[in-house]
């Protein structure tokens, strides 16, 4: 990998920079390692519901939006990492999905809407 993906990037809107930085990301911490374990789901999944209670409460207890925005690129990073340990090429399952859903119908339940192949009762 180049030297210079570590450098500070500029947000060009694509989704193959951000990828490509997640991926230099996992590299250089050798996440692959079965001894750094980083390609666990089961530790993935922690961290990430680790990082949802940290956005849930910068949220709940009024802090600056930048801490929230900050909180909310920890999850996104999180997850682009999983498609990377899990071979999931996230980009097209994500179109696939927004397709899919796309075509749903909302459900107003208790607490508001919800655009799910749920049912209620």
């Known amino acids: 990998m180049s030297s210079d993906i570590h450098l500070p990037c500029i947000p060009d809107g694509s989704w193959l920079t951000m990828m490509r930085r997640v991926a230099a990301f996992h590299s250089k911490h050798d996440f692959a390692s079965d001894e750094n374990n980083g ?6 999944i922690s961290l ?12 709940t207890k009024g802090k600056p939006k930048e801490e929230s925005a900050e909180e909310l690129a920890d ?42 192949e749920y049912l209620p009762e």
Request: charged content about 30%; proline content about 0%; cysteine-free.
């Open 75 to 116: 999850l996104l990073i999180l997850i682009l990492g999983h498609s990377l340990a899990m071979s999931v090429d996230l980009e097209d399952e994500f179109h696939k999905k927004m397709d899919k859903i796309m075509k749903r119908e909302a459900i107003r339940g208790n607490l508001g809407l919800r655009v799910t």
């Open 48 to 59: 990430t519901i680790e990082e949802l209670g940290e956005l849930s409460a910068s949220i």
């Open 39 to 44: 390609h666990d789901m089961g530790y993935r």
